[in-house]
């Protein structure tokens, strides 16, 4: 099992609101299993469970269950296709939702650090 402390910046595109773009975060992995916490894009906490799974060594999709976005639900679906650059960097892409009136649909680019 590792535990592991990162650090991920992001930016939020074909959305209209303003979001946090620094996310803290803390993650328990084993095998393909994935839990942890961050601070996420509306700056609350949220926890996740989920699984991540290797398309190539480098490349990955990580998939689960996350809360902290109570504008849509308690608990939400979450994907992200995920570049492992270095050993201590990734980068990541993210599909978001944004209920600003109406709903739109955007992205979320990121670059991740360990710790």
Known sequence: MD???ALALTTHVNLN???????PHF??????FIAGSF??????????VGMTSNITQRLSVEYGAT???????????????VYQTTDHTQVFLAPAV??????NHGLILGIEVFF
């Open 3 to 5: 535990i592991i402390l």
């Open 67 to 81: 809360t902290g976005y109570n504008d849509i639900q308690q608990v939400v679906p979450f994907g992200r296709l």
């Open 17 to 23: 609101s303003e979001f946090n773009e620094f996310h």
């Open 98 to 103: 944004e209920n600003d009136r109406r709903v």
């Open 27 to 32: 993650r328990i992995q084993h095998n393909s």
């Open 39 to 48: 601070a996420n894009s509306l700056e609350v906490p949220s926890v996740y």
